[in-house]
């Protein structure tokens, strides 16, 4: 059992607390939002505190549909802990919300599948970028659906092509959640701008050039990696993506000159 470790730091430590503050986040996306007409298979959300962010992760998650089965949350290695592709394979993950499941024959599936990905717990003992994604997920599905989190240190286009091969191999029915703040610690006008720039590349759909705009702007989007990983399988799908919500930290700290963006993206088949 992996016990929550964010809990009262990047959100609500009690259920009552955590629950409200969500369903407040939701309200807000269904005054704004009209539901898109399609099939969602995934999403770019950030994973700051949800004081910061989670209002427009928010807006990605209205999206998704009424019930899935298995959650593929990818998240970037801020620790440096634990293996380069670290898939957690078993057992269950804690938040204030309840016990959601890993799904262990997917997790499988996907470690066999692929050239880099291997069973570590180690990496995500202190990784905050996708354990903020679970209260999310089950404030929409309460625990009735699985998860399996992957946590990249390689975030290499080779990496995101394999992961991304290695899951549609499976045939299973899951839905991406890609975890990732976008630029970081800069200007509000520099971070706008930057970000508008990686937002066109991610909806291009072109991962050679997605990767090469990152490094053309020195892009600094922490988990480029679990980005790329939703542009290859949506390419190989046919599908499309759009944006539906950014964000900066400067709207809720006030701070205009270490700024950090944010952005909620879909990922859907025609």
């Known amino acids: 059992m992996r016990e929550p470790r964010f809990a009262g730091y990047f959100y609500p430590r009690y259920r009552k607390d955590l629950e409200s503050m969500l369903a407040s986040f939701f309200e807000e996306a269904r005054k704004n939002l009209k539901k898109i007409d399609k099939k969602v298979i995934g999403l770019v959300v950030p994973h700051a505190g949800f004081i910061y962010s989670g209002k427009t992760a928010s807006f990605g998650y209205f999206h998704l549909p009424t019930k899935i089965k298995t959650a593929v949350i990818i998240g970037p290695n801020h620790t440096g802990y634990g293996k380069k592709v670290s898939v957690y394979s078993k057992g269950k993950w804690k938040t204030p919300l309840g016990e959601v499941e890993i799904d262990e024959e997917l997790s499988r599936e996907i470690i066999e599948n692929s050239r880099y990905a291997e069973e570590d717990e180690i990496a995500h003992m202190e990784e905050h970028s996708i354990e903020v994604q679970i209260p999310f997920l089950q404030y929409l599905y309460g625990n009735s659906f699985k998860i399996v989190p992957i946590c990249l240190m390689d975030q290499s286009e080779e990496v995101a092509e394999d992961l991304s091969e290695s ?21 509000y006008k520099s971070v706008v701008r930057k970000d508008e720039t990686i937002i066109e590349a991610i909806k291009s759909m072109n991962l050679k050039n997605f990767y090469l705009t990152l490094r053309k702007i020195k892009a600094t989007a922490c988990g480029y990696g679990a980005i790329a990983t939703l542009i290859s399988i949506t390419e190989k799908l046919n599908g499309k993506i759009e944006l539906v919500k950014y964000s900066t930290s400067a709207e809720t700290s006030r701070d205009y000159e270490h700024v950090v963006g944010y952005a909620s993206l879909i990922s859907y088949i025609e």
């Open 167 to 187: 899951i549609l191999k499976t045939k299973k029915d899951f839905i991406i959640i890609s975890s990732s703040d976008l630029t970081h610690y800069e200007d």
